[in-house]
């Protein structure tokens, strides 16, 4: 079921198109993590999506109301629309303490004193800050003033949570924790969040789908496997993920030596799709596979990174580097001559 | 549903915007323009440019005589004050010298007494018949003729002696932001300590000295109060007093061309003093910065110690025990003894009777009015500058901040040209007093009030209008609680403006409308009035520190002052 449908979004700032006639659907009960470098717009759809900024075309839909409509001439004030949103640097307000933050979206909407006392607490608990009602933002922790940042979204429980670059101000660890106890609570609640950030790991490590964006545009929406195993673009296979990109050569022999060898490890949905000669092929590191010796394709090792469960490896291949995942089993010296072979590609159109 | 056109944030009713252009430009732009139109040559009945005034001004010996001894005094004060300022921020800021918290506080009381008041006392300590004369002259008879304070010199004690505080408290943030391990590094590279301090802790500092320089050297142009009470009796003019002079013989186009060549100077320092702050950014690289070891005064601590407190009587203990004893005495001339002294000149003041009373009550009144005015209207238009996308909000900005680079005395004569003729006449009314004042505090009203709205991150108002507040429950719950300090600190600052406020008081006040600048500058050729401009000046300091502690900005270093009006 859809709970929220944005079609034909654009969005300029000055001349600049920050937004280019873009479509996206969010499924009701999902996270669905918007990725894509800074700058790409994603940070402006949420804005645009809140009703925090306008739009110069398209339309956006939550719950079966219209938000937004440039055709029709409608525009929700972002205080109408039931939307939450989790700031980047969380917005908290310094006057107020921590139960008046969390509180105040209540209060505002004149909710009855003990039922809003009632959601706060309950509320406080679910992200387990017990005790804390009369602190101050300043007061407390990234890690806490993250919690009451969620928490003050949470209290309307909303048709739509909107998280922008939430957790990109903790830490390694703590992000992890907190992306364990958001899927926790959104399951608990039956939430449709949007998260955007800038970080593939962040997005993969809690989203159930993935949209891929780039210059204003959705490149690939899909599940995280489906957009890692199968990237449609360029871009889509270099930003989710480190990819070897192959092209066909004539005047090279190591590169079309790689070319033929990809063609027959191709895996496709869409098996023809290959023999178009302005496609390429991409190749994750762990699909590539080195070993000592001689073979058809040779290489040779010009840097290894160990990183604990596998080591990189740059191999110098004819005229190109080529990335290189493997198991710490087989560790090959700096300036080992090494096969090369490729048990895995997908095609993906150059842009 | 509600419907929204707008393209860009959220900007609640605009509406307001209409009418609050309509009175900045009516209140700033209107006066400042007849007064260029005037100084032209330009009236309704005769449109020919003439520039007559000009050629008058320019050729007459005695403008350009008070010209150079307005960049003379200018110059002088500030050399002083940099000199003086400088060394005692150093003294705080770097060596381990005692009692760094005492001195500052000092410094800053020196800051808060207002000019004139500062020269009264040095006129009762340096005068014929002062304190200081009285004793090495008459009585120990020490030098062979009494100090004269009655002289452009004169104007350069009390205007240095006022103004180094802004140099201090200036350089000693400076040199506590300055990022220590350059200085570091130049002993580790070999430098020795004075070495170091000239090669590359003056020259960090070079920019910051610039600018505070050139803020005293606009400031000390635009001042009028100490150069009347000073130059006047001996007919030392600079540009401002000039200005008053001409405007006393009622010579409008004197007024006026004079006017301009001043508004010229000080538009022109001030200018130079903007950019000197912008261009010096670079050098406040400190993030991390260690504290650097103090440098160890050794043996000279003492020594030092006694001549910085001997020089701090000079410029703060004996001007304000001066002038408290003074407010005191039953009669200016008599020696400081117990049965000589009386309270009753501050009774006189509160008797409800006096002219002094009405003073009081006059200048309360309108600060009230114009800090409320101010305050309202700075909000408004610092909302407006940094919270809308409406066209022109920086030059609504730029407009409403103007009048600072004016001085007071310009101001007033523009308002005398502006609101002279019917339909708009009201001359001769407290109003011209109140929308001049109003004109002269907006700058502050918007700068504090600006300052914490751009500090603030607007994402703390969209986290309130997604959370379901409206535009106008957000203004209330979110934006006026955090930019409250602002909007204090620019009633506060605008209120005492106006109570110590000297030119546009005098040149403005009508018969009934008497404030407080007038009150003071009246009595001051007055002799017999000397304790009771006594008694006003403690007053006046009391609030005035009462105010400042009040914006808690008592003994801090600020990043920009404001403009002493006297």
Redesign the interface.
Known sequence: MIQAEIANLSKKYGKEIVINDLGLKINKGEILAVVGPSGCGKTTLL?II???????KGSVVLAGRTLLSVER?????????K???V?Q?Y?????YNVWQNIS??LR??GVEKSKCEKIVKETMEMVRLEGKQKRYPHELSGGEQQRVALA?ALV?RPDLLLFDESLSNLDAKMKEKMQREIKKIQQELRLTIVHVTHDQHEAMGMADRIAVMNKGRIEQVGAVEEVYKYPVTQFVAGFIGTANFISESLDDLTESKLWRRAVRAAENKNKNEFRNKENLLSVRPEDVIIKSGKGEIIGTVAKATYRGNAIDYEIIAGKRVLYVQTDTRNLYELGAEVSIDIVRAVTIKDN | ??????????QGPLFISGPVILIVLGLVLYPLLMLFLFSLGINLHDPNITGAYYLQALSDIKTMVALKNTLYVAGGVTAAAILLGGGLAWLVARTDIPYKRLIEIIVFLTFTIPSYILAVAWIQLLGRNGFINRLLYEKWQFIAEPLDIYSLEGIILVMALHSFPLVFMALVSALKMNDKTLEMAARLAGAGRIKALFTVTLPLMLPNILSVGLLIFQQTMACFGVAAVIGLPTSNYVLTTRIYSAMSRLDLPSAASTSMILLLCSGVVFCLYNYSLRSKRYINISSQSRKAEPVSLGSWKMPVLISVFLLLSVTTIIPLGSVVATSFLKSWGLSLRFENMTINNYLTIFSGQTIAFRAFFNSITFAFIAATVTAIMGTIISYLSTRTTIKGRKHLEFVATWPVTVPGTVLAVAAVLAWINAPLRIYGTPWILIITYIVACLPFGVRNINGLLQGM?P??E?????????WL?TFK??TL??IAPGIKAGWITAFLLVLREIPISILLYSAGAETIGVLLYSMRSDTGGLETVSAVAVILIVLIVAGNVLIGKFGKPRKEATNDPS
Request: hydrophobic share 45%.
């Open positions: 804005q809140a009703g925090l900024t306008g739009a110069e001439n409608i525009s929700v004030l972002p205080e109408k629309r939307i939450a949103m700031f640097n917005a908290l307000w310094p006057h105040y979206a505002v909407r003050r309307i | 549903m509600k419907l929204r056109k707008g393209k860009e944030r959220s991150d994402l703390l969209d986290a309130a209008r997604v959370s379901g507040a409206s429950r719950d979110i609680p955090l």
